[in-house]
């Protein structure tokens, strides 16, 4: 019997479509599933087109859940680095690396996203080359990373993480560099909180708290950080009036982290304000709405009523007022 000889196209590629008395062994693939066809030009091309597909899928679903514009993009290691404050660095020679945690690049931010989908074709021919000699079984050499806490940012071989994801690979062999930083991040920062982390790491500039206390401070929007670090410079400078001695940053950070910050938390959890909202924000709102409305910086049974009852009854009201007690109720 003779065999078909139609064609198909599929993904711009020839696929034959073979007589079924063919079919003893037939080959299946599951959906997302490195293609095998024994050829590896062949799968290789489709490797790519695949990448190119899904990344076009996956912004699609990206907008449907309504994620943020930036929830993609792959994270620049300069302005990363810049937001967090560099400490040093150290080598750390050749290690194993878990390829979803590599989301950032050293220099090539427009040619694949953060999960290095291919976002433009420019990269086709190398990805197909180096695609094809790994199903080849040629090996590939580690590629170079940067470390960032969590992340890793890629300062060579950004096609070999992208075949390597193309073909569901969890792990690739990697030379590491482990940056330390001022502050710290996690493998959820975008690009749109690097401002935030930069104001963060300018307040611990200015107020020095120990690693459990840092823990503790956390703000919705990046405003909060440079508001809060006056009001703890203007504390240490009523304490060191008060005790007529000199104090460091680092004893007035944990001064008043010890002595203002704690306490007026228990106070407002105490009296039922602000149990919902970051506690970070309801400290900054409180003491703020506190010296608008009474002018002063002391707490007390009495204050902390005259607040409560301004709260829930103002006496008068413009729109930052409205907006701290919103932030408190």
Known sequence: MRSSTRWATLEGLPTATFNPLWRAAPRVYLRGMARDTGSPQTDAQFDFSRS???????????????????????LPFEEVLQALGRRGERSLGLQTIEIDSIVGTVDRGREFDRSFRPTTSRVRSRFERISEAQRRGEEMPPIDLYRIGELHFVRDGHHRVAVARSQKLKVIDAYVTD??????????????????K?????????????????????????KGYAFLAEGVEAWGFRAMQAR??????????????DEEYEPVLDMLAEAGIATRAVETDAYVAAVTLRYMLLNTH????????????????????DTQIRDLRRELK
Request: charged share 35%.
């Open 244 to 257: 007529q001695e000199f104090m460091t940053r680092e004893e007035v950070a944990q001064g008043w982290f």
């Open 179 to 196: 940056v330390l930083t001022r502050v710290g991040t996690d493998r959820k920062i975008r690009l749109s909180d690097l401002p935030l």
């Open 198 to 222: 930069s104001h963060e790491r300018l307040f611990y500039e200015r107020v020095p708290l120990a690693p459990e206390a840092r823990e503790r401070i956390h703000f919705k929007n990046s």
């Open 298 to 317: 002391e707490w007390d049974e009495g204050i902390l009523e005259r607040v409560r009852q301004e709260i829930e009854n103002p006496s008068w009201e």
């Open 52 to 74: 190119r597909r899904q990344r076009v899928v996956g912004r699609l679903a990206d907008r449907l859940r309504g994620q943020p514009a930036d929830f993609d993009v792959i």
